[in-house]
């Protein structure tokens, strides 16, 4: 059962890491997809306004 | 199918496989150290296409695979760092040591993470693009200096586990082992396209905001 601590570190570190990144990939995707609906429609509204 | 490919991958790599005869159970270590840096390399291939075709044809999704790439690929070099270190501590005795592969890698993180920060710091976007694009092509030329390291300078890193010039994989590696590192390496894969699809995701809202906003203040 040598060694097993730097395993179990490893697997630990890297699964924590990516899983992290996941996460905050997809909450700047929502972010991101909130502040272009805003944009859009208010573009939209203003083309509107213009007409 | 990323995630199934990642849970046989962990239940082979440390439940079936079995220890090295030398190593013992930290060789285990391997099965995420390799798919790693494989991720890594393939990430930066992406980097090195998408910033020849946007310095050819100006295309910002040329640019936003580049810049998608590299922010992914520093994240596997610095998982591929952390690995071995924790993998070199029980074999080698150090957590760190300055190890042509070692430091080549290394410097490899260093310049993607300024391609990185110099994105951030130049304000006009187009430039911004190409001068990261430059860098872009330069850094990917020390991947072939990290492959070659060890065997052009006297290195504590081991040669290429599945990779060696003129050997068939399955004649440097003992079929046990093989099988997991395989499946690893396709879960990394996966994982790897799957976090790049969503990082290109993104970069394009980001590009049609800027360009939303141009239009606006226009």
Redesign the interface.
Known sequence: MEHWSFVALAYGIVWSVLVVYLFSLKSRCKKAQIELSALTSAQASNEHDQT | MALISIAIG?YWG?VIAPPDAYQ???Q??MY?HLP?ILAAYLSYFLVFIGSCMYLWKRERRDDILAHSAAEVGV?FT??TI??GS??G??TWGVWWTWDARLTLTAILLLIYTGYLMLRSLIEDEDRAASVAAVLGVIGFLDIPLIHMSVYWWRTLHQPPSILQPNKAPWENIAWPLLIPLLINIAAFLL?LFY?LS??Y??GE??D??RT??L??SV
């Open positions: 962990l440390l013992g159970e930290v285990r270590i995420l790693s994240l610095a998982l952390i690995e924790i993998w501590r029980p994982l976090l969503l990082r995701r993104l809202m980001r049609q905001i939303r906003r239009e606006q």
